[in-house]
């Protein structure tokens, strides 16, 4: 599991994308999403992820409405239901930091 976050302005969706390598498009990904301070899965949670192309799956179905940090836990299933985890894929993480880009650029200015 990675370290780093994405950054996401407070405002923005959360922008929920796996890519499946071998550009498989029959499989049915969803995004897990907890909130990392409580531990508690988000409103909406799981999102499905739609195909997009060349095995690009996304969904943007969530936006925090405040700042923190999230984690998606990517899990592949091989149908539609979401019964059969696909054990050609590993469950993967993205790890996102929500920012209030506008108060953050006044307090850096504030501190000059």
């Not at 060349?54 to 943007?60: A, D, F, K, W």
């Not at 050609?88 to 209030?100: A, Q």
């Amino acid at each position: 599991m990675s370290s780093e976050h994405i950054l996401v302005d407070l405002g923005d969706p959360l922008p929920l994308e796996l890519l499946l390598t071998d550009g498989n498009v029959g499989k049915f990904p969803q995004a897990i999403v907890r909130d990392v301070s409580t531990g508690a899965t988000v409103v909406g949670s799981p999102f499905s992820l739609t195909h997009l192309g060349e095995g690009l799956y996304r969904n943007v179905a969530f936006t925090p409405t405040s700042v923190g940090k999230f984690r998606a836990v990517f899990i592949i299933y091989n149908e539609s239901g979401h019964t059969t985890e696909s054990i050609e894929y590993p469950r993967s993480t993205d790890n996102f930091l929500v920012i209030d880009k506008v108060l953050t650029i006044k307090t850096f200015l504030a501190l000059k």
